[in-house]
């Protein structure tokens, strides 16, 4: 599902019009951006959890030249989904 298709399903299931949708879910991207600069969780109930996390420095070999090279440390995004919905995730799968 791209970005129109939510929206679109978005609008439809809320009654709102497209470009209302569009402006609340920009609105609701930019809060969430905010937070995981700041390096705040977000917990969203029966869907899931947001967090930052810090990823360490590690080495790195190329395969093709066999040279090792140093990752410097970063950080990521992380997800953890709630039990329901990994459940649902797993039983489509069987």
């Known amino acids: ?6 929206i ?17 879910v920009n609105t609701i991207v930019d809060a969430l951006g905010d937070a995981f600069q700041d ?10 959890t947001f967090d930052v996390r810090k990823k360490m420095e590690r080495i790195m070999v190329n395969p093709s030249t066999q040279q090792r090279m140093l990752v410097p440390p970063k950080l990521v995004l992380g997800f953890r989904p709630v039990d329901d919905w990994k459940d649902k995730v797993k039983t489509q799968l069987q």
């Open 8 to 24: 679109a399903e978005l609008s439809r299931r809320t009654g709102y019009t497209a470009a209302a949708t569009q402006k609340m």
């Open 39 to 48: 390096g705040t969780a977000v917990a969203i109930d029966d869907f899931g």
């Open 1 to 6: 599902m791209n970005n129109k298709d939510f």
